[in-house]
T-cell receptor, first 115, second 112 residues
């Protein structure tokens, strides 16, 4: 298995532009997580899905952020409009089972820079 | 509120010595405590985890201990090697969804 696949690896955009990050979880995993990592705030959970259904989106910073999981093998995180403070590494992770207390398999991350 | 405190933020040890990183958590109902290692520019990877029905778990040079009464758990690395240099994160499951709450991370430096 190729593991969790994220794209793009790097994204540089200008303030106000729309950004879409993509994730393909490991086949057979029931749960998918979007995390944001910065030096100041560490690892923050933005949203997690179980069986394609959003379970907890309380970590989504504001309405500019949205996430979808149209099927078991694909998820997107969209930022519209983007702002410089959104610059961070965004990780997608997946796990087996229905609970959050299972091993997380992280993707390689997307380094986002908003100028 | 729900939080996990991790100490120290940076730890420098001589190669071959032991390293200990400690975390405390706020929710006595927490039942899952993983440790992740993140090398520079890489993804976090699980190195060991423990559940609340166990007090200690070992995997070769790595061990985790859990004290539920005191609400703290620790990562122990023995016979440290250069490849152990990384940032280590602890986490604890909390809340109605047993979400993982993460510590701020410890940068471990192994001196040759």
């Amino acid at each position: 298995d190729a593991g969790v696949i994220q794209s793009p690896r790097h994204e540089v955009t200008e303030m106000g532009q729309e950004v879409t990050l993509r994730c393909k979880p490991i086949s057979g995993h029931n749960s998918l997580f979007w995390y944001r990592q910065t030096m100041m705030r560490g690892l923050e959970l933005l949203i997690y899905f179980n069986n394609n259904v959003p379970i907890d989106d309380s970590g989504m910073p504001e309405d500019r952020f949205s996430a979808k999981m149209p099927n078991a093998s694909f998820s997107t995180l969209k930022i519209q409009p983007s702002e410089p403070r959104d610059s961070a590494v965004y990780f997608c992770a997946s796990s087996t089972g229905d609970a959050t207390n299972e091993k997380l398999f992280f993707g390689s991350g997307t380094q986002l820079s908003v100028l | 509120g729900e939080n996990v405190e991790q100490h120290p933020s940076t730890l420098s040890v001589q190669e071959g010595d032991s390293a200990v990183i400690k975390c405390t958590y706020s929710d006595s109902a927490s039942n899952y405590f993983p440790w992740y290692k993140q090398e520079l520019g890489k993804r976090p990877q699980l190195i060991i985890d423990i559940r609340s029905n166990v007090g200690e778990k070992k995997d070769q040079r790595i061990a985790v201990t859990l004290n539920k009464t005191a609400k703290h758990f620790s990562l122990h690395i023995t016979e440290t090697q250069p490849e152990d240099s990384a940032v280590y994160f602890c986490a604890a499951s909390m809340g109605s969804n047993y979400q993982l709450i993460w510590g701020a991370g410890t940068k471990l430096i192994i001196k040759p």
